[in-house]
């Protein structure tokens, strides 16, 4: 699985946009990446995932890079309850053994 | 409706005890795994059962056997409990297929040895 690199914090204000990036310049054609979150004392939660295109679902957005060497996680309007540790995961779909491979992560901070 | 759910969810036990952690999914899912948190925050995979047979197992000691007894369980048995054991332990699961589906995470079992 290709190696990523996230900014270890970063805050946010209150109903403003986070936008969290991840560089992933080593990632391979059949690679996705992914991204999910843990909020504190709580199990990893998904939030999104892309290939090539750009994504959206009710939690956020993805943004992937034409040549697929980085992306950004766009949390539209963050709230106090988007405060955790946003993982960013580079892996291929049918991956052995279909394991995530968590690096440190970014640790945001929704500020009021 | 809890997806995936562990029990319990606290663990304080000696050294040199056994203890058992339980994990159960109602997804409807085929392949189950285990995650360690350490303290550092750190999560890493343990081991990755697909129907009931063993995946992965990512250089775990043999004192950690999980056990399978049917898709929706994946069971962690630890023998012989080392203060190192310490950790949050986290049960998932996902369906695996053609697609890259995501894993769903239990809330996790915060294990202490003492």
Redesign the interface.
Known sequence: DAKTTQPPSMDCAEGRAANLPCNHSTISGNEYVYWYRQIHSQGPQYIIHGLKNNETNEMASLIITEDRKSSTLILPHATLRDTAVYYCIVRAAKAAGNKLTFGGGTRVLVKP | DTA?SQTPKYLVTQMGNDKSIKCEQNLGHD?M?W?KQDSK?????MF?Y?NKEL??N?TVPNRFSPKSPDKAHLNLHINSLELGDSAVY?C?S?Q?G???????????TRLTVT
């Open positions: 995936v392949t795994y995650y925050k750190f999560l890493k995979i990755s697909n995946i992965i990512e986290f998932a996902s695996v053609q697609g890259p589906y995501e894993q769903y995470f239990g809330p996790g």
